[in-house]
């Protein structure tokens, strides 16, 4: 029945400055925006496929949410952290250790990022591996992962 999930809603304090972050940092192409509603719309991925909304509050109103980016693993691996520094986008992992390396969610497997947006939603770069899930392992470093999986 239920296939994926196409769209997702954030409220941000400055619809201008949000606009500029997911389109001009992050890529994200904006395919509708209603200046009177205070709302915008950006696709992620293809056209059509999956959909953000952003909707402009009162920081009153905002409340901090949590989604992820799907990203080839190559990129998070070699690029992810450069790019969000470059960006001045503070990375840092689910541990919130110090690091700024991803880590592997051992259950699923998968490996991902973190970096937080303009208003203060924790935004991740993630990236499924192949493989069985190895629960047990908890969360855990890439080069961990691949020794331990005999990747």
């Not at 972050?21 to 719309?41: D, M, S, T, V």
């Not at 992620?44 to 990203?71: N, Q, T, V």
Request: charged fraction near 25%.
């Amino acid at each position: 029945m239920i296939t994926g999930l196409y769209e997702t809603h954030l409220f941000v304090e400055n619809l201008e400055t949000s606009i500029d972050f997911y389109k001009n940092i992050l890529g994200l192409r904006q395919c509708h925006f209603e200046p009177g509603r205070r709302i915008a719309f950006f696709w992620i991925g293809k056209p059509k496929e999956a959909m953000l909304g952003l909707w402009e509050k009162p920081a009153s109103e905002i409340d901090r949410r949590h989604f992820a980016f799907r990203c080839e693993m190559e990129f998070i691996l070699n690029h992810a952290t450069e790019f969000l520094n470059q960006h001045h986008l503070k990375p840092y992992n689910f541990l919130k250790d110090g690091s700024d390396k991803p880590m592997v969610f051992a259950w699923m497997p998968a490996l991902a990022i973190y970096f937080d947006d303009p208003d203060g939603h924790v935004l991740e770069f993630i990236s499924v591996l192949e493989g069985e899930g190895r629960p047990e392992l908890g969360v855990i470093s890439y080069d961990e992962w691949m020794e331990i999986s005999g990747g």
